[in-house]
């Protein structure tokens, strides 16, 4: 099929167009939202102190595209999403200001997470001004509470 100006199908695709340029990214539109969205893309790994025997990363991308992979952790994970062992639970939504982070997941056969926290700073080794995100992440099963840790999303840098 071509499509011609005036055609109805060229009309609804400039729409679409429109509406997908005005309406900026899909998590925050504000410049902002941008900029903590920028300040706040990478790699994390939840610090939940005694539940050892669950590993759980946490990829942030403003554009929902994957992360380069580590040069120093090949293994780690680069698609964006909370992953919980091995197992990518994508975000259904995120929220990030100067000081505030709060997320969801979709759920996993009946499995989902939940973040709300803070965001603050830190120097790493050389590095300074690292975010880090701190405060309380929840496992619901068929919608109910079965885990609660509070703990920190610690960035993951490259020394």
């Given at each position: 099929?071509?499509?011609?100006?005036?055609?109805?199908?060229?009309?609804?695709?400039?729409?679409?167009?429109?509406?997908?340029?005005?309406?900026?990214?899909?998590?925050?539109?504000?410049?902002?939202?941008?900029?903590?969205?920028?300040?706040?893309?990478?790699?994390?790994?939840?610090?939940?102190?005694?539940?050892?025997?669950?590993e759980?990363?946490?990829?942030?991308?403003?554009?929902?595209?994957?992360?380069?992979?580590?040069a120093?952790?090949?293994?780690?994970?680069?698609?964006?999403?909370?992953?919980?062992?091995?197992?990518?639970?994508?975000?259904?939504?995120?929220?990030?200001s100067?000081?505030?982070?709060?997320?969801?997941?979709?759920?996993?056969?009946?499995?989902?997470?939940?973040?709300?926290?803070?965001?603050?700073?830190?120097?790493?080794?050389?590095?300074?001004?690292?975010?880090?995100?701190?405060?309380?992440?929840v496992?619901?099963?068929?919608?109910?509470?079965?885990?609660?840790?509070k703990g920190?999303?610690?960035?993951?840098?490259?020394?």
């Amino acid at each position: 099929m071509r499509l011609q100006l005036g055609h109805p199908w060229s009309t609804l695709c400039a729409f679409v167009a429109c509406i997908s340029v005005l309406a900026g990214p899909v998590f925050g539109g504000s410049a902002l939202q941008r900029r903590h969205w920028l300040d706040t893309e990478g790699l994390y790994y939840f610090d939940k102190g005694v539940t050892a025997n669950v590993e759980i990363a946490l990829v942030i991308t403003r554009d929902g595209r994957p992360i380069p992979p580590k040069a120093n952790d090949r293994e780690a994970p680069t698609l964006p999403g909370l992953h919980v062992s091995g197992e990518r639970f994508k975000l259904r939504s995120f929220s990030v200001s100067s000081k505030r982070v709060s997320f969801r997941t979709l759920h996993v056969r009946g499995v989902s997470y939940s973040f709300e926290g803070d965001v603050g700073r830190e120097d790493v080794d050389v590095i300074e001004d690292v975010p880090f995100l701190t405060g309380t992440l929840v496992k619901r099963a068929r919608g109910r509470v079965v885990e609660r840790w509070k703990g920190r999303f610690a960035h993951a840098v490259i020394l």
